[in-house]
């Protein structure tokens, strides 16, 4: 796993569905986005992912694709990205927490988890599509990078 060399301040946890984008090429416009995403925010250090979003990964790419990577496949990529991101893990903490977004925000439960993860661990944005954009939940801020209003100028900048 690569060492956490920038602050959280400036840091995006990555959500799965932005992650299989990369590798699901039914929506080209959708995977071109998701390579420039994935691929600026690990150049600069300030990809995060939690431990759900790679097992997540591993489902999805394997098991729900038109195009399924063999368990090998799979299994090499979610290495690189455990190498390549900062890996958060998920906590009895972010569970109960996980709990709380879902019943007091409406978050559906892995949605929530995410989120908790994000927040425990002071990670201001996460990208995803399964949440409005630019939605800010107890401090932090929901982006969909697919999302004709989402600011790319954020991949470089310090938010």
Same mark, same amino acid.
């Given at each position: ?9 400036? +840091? %995006? ?8 984008? $990369?590798? #699901?090429?039914?929506?080209? $416009? ?10 600026? @925010? ?10 759900? &979003?790679?097992?997540?990964? %591993?489902?999805?790419v394997t098991q729900r694709l038109p195009e399924r990577m063999t368990g090998q496949e799979? @299994?090499?990529?979610v290495r690189r990205l455990a190498r390549v991101c900062h890996v958060l893990d998920l906590?009895?903490?972010?569970? $109960?927490?996980? &709990? ?8 559906? !439960?892995?949605?929530? @988890?995410?989120?908790? $993860? +994000? ?5 201001? &944005? ?9 939605r800010v939940v107890e401090g932090v801020r929901f982006l969909n990078p697919f999302a004709?209003? %989402? #600011?790319?100028? @954020?991949?470089?900048?310090? !938010?």
């Amino acid at each position: 796993m690569t060492s956490y060399t920038k602050t959280a301040s400036n +840091a %995006f946890l990555v959500d799965t569905n932005v992650l299989v984008y $990369v590798y #699901d090429p039914r929506d080209g $416009v959708k995977q071109e986005r998701a390579l420039l995403v994935v691929d600026r @925010l690990i150049a600069s250090r300030r990809a995060v992912v939690s431990v759900q &979003c790679l097992s997540e990964f %591993f489902r999805v790419v394997t098991q729900r694709l038109p195009e399924r990577m063999t368990g090998q496949e799979a @299994l090499t990529r979610v290495r690189r990205l455990a190498r390549v991101c900062h890996v958060l893990d998920l906590t009895a903490a972010i569970v $109960v927490e996980g &709990c709380h977004g879902a019943s007091e925000h409406g978050l559906a !439960i892995w949605d929530a @988890l995410i989120w908790a $993860v +994000a927040k425990l661990n002071q990670v201001p &944005c996460v990208l995803t599509e399964d949440a409005e954009h630019g939605r800010v939940v107890e401090g932090v801020r929901f982006l969909n990078p697919f999302a004709a209003a %989402f #600011d790319r100028g @954020l991949l470089v900048a310090e !938010i």
